[in-house]
Nanobody
């Protein structure tokens, strides 16, 4: 049974940093794209960042470019999201996901659509407040 477990969320002030972690179990995902999405209250889940199965390239939503960095550790079956210069608009529940179709995909960039992801964690809350 596949399980993704996120951690690292919390309550921070604007300008602070956080590092989210997501560890997968039940299957090895070294050959799959992994990504982070977020969902703010009253809004749909949206793409944040993704990393290709080989670790490169990465892809970011425009508002987080230069502030967030996605990385992965194949040996640990994990993906991370380093977030810096956080602002109140980053407040959301953050979810990690794994794309099953990416295993067969010849695309250069990692999957970035919600529908491309098949496995999800339970989410971790990030709250940015003065």
């Amino acid at each position: 049974q596949v399980q993704l477990v996120e951690s690292g969320g919390g309550l921070v002030e604007p300008g602070d940093s956080l590092r989210l972690s997501c560890v997968a179990s039940g299957r090895a995902f070294s050959s799959h794209d992994m990504g982070w999405f977020r969902q703010a209250p009253g809004k749909e889940r949206e793409f944040v960042a993704a990393i290709r199965r080989g670790g490169h390239p990465t892809l970011y939503e425009d508002s987080v470019k230069g502030r967030f960095t996605i990385s992965r550790d194949v040996a640990k079956n994990a993906v991370y999201l380093q977030m810096s210069s956080l602002n109140t608009e980053d407040t959301a529940v953050y979810y990690c996901g794994v794309s099953e179709k990416s295993y067969y995909s010849g695309d250069y960039y990692p999957a970035s659509y919600l529908a491309d992801y098949d496995y999800w964690g339970q989410g971790t809350q990030v709250t940015v407040s003065p």
